[in-house]
């Protein structure tokens, strides 16, 4: 579905259902009242960079609760992702296809009908940006719902039949708001709901190793394709936008990027889904170069394209998943933010850097505003990034990427 549909559907469908949802009395559900076994939801519809950036999240709860069945819901584009990260077994995966309005509405009402079938105790709703997964929770039947809430503030009213809620916090890593749903499950005391100190819990994510067949797999398709890579340091750009396109850094910023790269001897590649395509025509066009080579839709998987990251020397990427997924290999890593804050979103590894120019503007795709920014295109925080910046960083990057490989 188009994302203004959604934003309007959600608006004014969506508001109107948890308000009226809001009506039935809430459920007041004591932690030691919990089945020493519960069966667990998570609701996890967003990006695929968001369910990297909950890992500790289902740490925490495995270490917690080891004898629960944890579900996880997600869109049905983001199940491959989730079974790369292999959080749960793969019969535990429940997906909805939000490509239509009319296949959302049968595969909820057949989600709906697996929950109710299963008796789940807990449904975590880690959603920021829509209404209906505070549907989904009020309609699986599960006894606890922990979820965000505004409180006082301003944010998306999403019911007030979220019996352990929350306050979203903006100023607080995701992946710490994440670990705050988990704990709400343990604490019943108290409005905000936990009030618990984890800014000394380290958070980290593990690094996904592809074996040997699947690098020599990706190695010689790679090569065969594009011979030019053979001996070649191999630098990835990822210009894509995704769902947001105001999340996308200057396109002739990457073609001045992939200019230079190729003229000091590195190979560029272009990556994204096939829709990218003409973005890497540009970049190609303007290089003019056998070294600039086009890899949009080139890696079938996310675990090929995992692979590749383990080969290449770089990656310079918009906020979005390629950046979260690059995390869980050796590869480091530049993303520009600016219409969101890595406060919020920076992976959680210590080779990725962060580029983000904070403008009084910044960030304005935010929980309160649905993710719909005011500046109408005009991403002027990411414009004020220049390539000069970039090349410092990058150049810097490389060499310390070199200088390890070889040590090894």
Not at 106 to 122: L, T
Not at 193 to 199: E, F
Not at 399 to 407: E, F, G, M
Request: with cysteine.
């Amino acid at each position: 579905m188009n994302i203004e549909f959604q934003r309007k559907i959600d608006r004014i469908a969506g508001k109107a259902i948890c308000r009226l949802l809001s009506l039935f009395p809430r459920k007041k559900v004591k932690a030691e009242s919990m089945p020493s076994s519960p069966k667990i939801l998570v609701i996890l519809l967003s990006e695929m960079g968001s369910l990297v950036l909950a890992h500790p999240m289902f740490t925490f709860l495995k270490k917690n609760h080891p004898g629960a069945e944890i579900f996880v819901l997600v869109f049905e584009k983001n199940r491959e992702c989730l079974q790369t990260l292999n959080l749960v077994p793969g019969k535990n995966i429940l997906t909805v296809n939000g490509d239509s309005l009319t296949a959302l509405l049968k595969d909820s009402a057949r989600f709906i009908f697996r929950m109710r079938k299963e008796k789940i105790d807990v449904v975590i709703d880690c959603e920021l940006f829509s209404r209906i997964s505070s549907i989904y929770a009020f309609l699986s039947g599960a006894g606890l719902r922990v979820g965000f809430h505004p409180h006082t503030q301003e944010g998306l009213y999403r019911g007030d039949f979220i019996n352990r809620p929350v306050l979203y916090n903006p100023y607080r890593h995701m992946s710490r708001q994440f670990v705050a749903l988990a704990t709400a499950m343990e604490n019943g005391n108290g409005f905000p709901m936990v009030k618990r100190n984890v800014d000394e819990d380290i958070f980290c994510v593990p690094t996904l190793n592809p074996n040997a067949d699947q690098q020599e797999e990706l190695k010689i398709r790679l090569e065969n394709d594009f011979p030019e890579t053979i001996g070649k340091n191999l630098v990835l750009l990822y210009p894509g936008g995704g769902l947001l396109p105001i999340r996308a850094w200057p396109l002739d910023n990457f073609c001045t990027i992939a200019m230079d790269l190729v003229a000091k001897g590195y190979v560029v590649g272009i990556i994204g889904m096939k829709e990218d395509a003409p973005l890497a025509e540009v970049i190609s066009s303007r290089c003019q170069s056998q070294y600039c080579i086009d890899l949009t839709g080139f890696t079938r998987t996310i675990m090929e394209l995992i692979t590749l990251f383990h080969s290449a020397s770089l990656l310079i990427t918009n906020d979005g998943g390629p950046g979260h997924f690059a995390s869980l290999t050796p590869i480091p890593t530049i993303i520009f933010f600016g219409p969101e804050t890595p406060a919020l979103y920076a992976p959680l590894d210590e080779k990725s850097v962060s580029l983000y120019v904070p403008l009084p503007c910044s960030p304005c795709l935010t929980a309160y505003n649905h993710r719909n920014s005011p500046c109408d295109g005009n991403n002027a925080c990411l414009q004020a990034i220049g390539p000069e910046e970039v090349f410092d960083k990058a150049y810097e990057l490389l060499n310390i990427n070199t200088i390890s490989r070889s040590i090894l």
